[in-house]
């Protein structure tokens, strides 16, 4: 049974850029998370892919966007990008079936991205 | 808006014994729940143990123990017998009963003594 995976591993972009990373899910989870882990910190939650929608965001700008398949794979698209935006980006799954859930989050090995 | 706060930034113990590692949290909701991740060298992020608010029992998971404190808001990790594949930073984190963000602290990094 696959677990979360996410690509690509490790990527550099330059400042201004756009960049994607993409996640799909453990099988049979249909909710998605992304969270953004600056070196020291630890992780930020971004947001929320439920049915291919977002439910939930936490406190990141408009620059952050992103996007869930009928698959239940997601993207998360970073626009005009910063130098602060060097991070582990990490991909988390579970299955919700609405947003009350006490479910297991499983987590990806994440996305380096660094932004020079 | 809910915080979590990890007082220990570093925690060493000897191979075999045991280690607490604290955890506070502030929030106004009663409908919640409590995580420790273990965060090893590869990055990814693996649920230890977990806690939901309603129950008065403390979670156990092998080796691995909470103290849950709710009136005290507090959510401390045990881990007994410790090993060498203990050695991780770990991260406490809140999630709301009625949404699926999790609120995570600054981390512990553990150390093991062999």
């Known amino acids: 049974d696959a677990g979360v995976t996410q690509s690509p591993t490790h990527l550099i972009k330059t400042r201004g850029q756009q960049v994607t990373l993409r996640c799909s899910p453990k099988?049979?989870?249909?909710?998605v998370s992304w969270y953004q882990q600056a070196l020291g910190q630890g992780p930020q939650f971004i947001f929320q892919y439920y049915e291919e929608e977002e439910r939930q965001r936490g406190n990141f700008p408009d620059r952050f966007s992103g996007h869930q398949f009928p698959n239940y794979s997601s993207e998360l698209n970073v626009n005009a990008l910063l130098l602060g935006d060097s991070a582990l980006y990490l991909c988390a799954s579970s299955l919700t079936r609405g947003l009350r859930s006490g479910n297991t989050i499983y987590f990806g090995e994440g996305s380096w991205l660094t932004v020079v | 808006a809910q915080t979590v706060t990890q007082s220990q930034p570093e925690m060493s113990v000897q191979e075999a014994e045991t280690v607490t590692l604290s955890c506070t949290y502030d929030?106004?909701?009663?409908?919640?729940?409590l995580f420790w991740y273990k965060q090893p060298p590869s990055r990814q992020m693996i649920l230890v143990i977990r806690?939901?608010?309603?129950?008065?029992q403390n979670a156990t998971e092998n080796r691995f123990s909470v103290n849950f404190q709710k009136a005290a808001k507090s959510f401390s990790l045990k881990i007994s017998d410790s090993q060498l594949g203990d050695a991780a930073m770990y991260f406490c984190?809140?999630?709301?009963?009625?949404?699926?963000?999790?609120?995570f602290g600054k981390g512990t990094h553990l150390i093991i003594q062999p």
């Open positions: 099988s049979g989870h249909d909710t």
């Open positions: 929030t106004s909701e009663s409908d919640y729940y």
């Open positions: 984190a809140y999630r709301s009963g009625g949404a699926d963000g999790l609120t």
């Open positions: 806690q939901e608010a309603y129950k008065q």
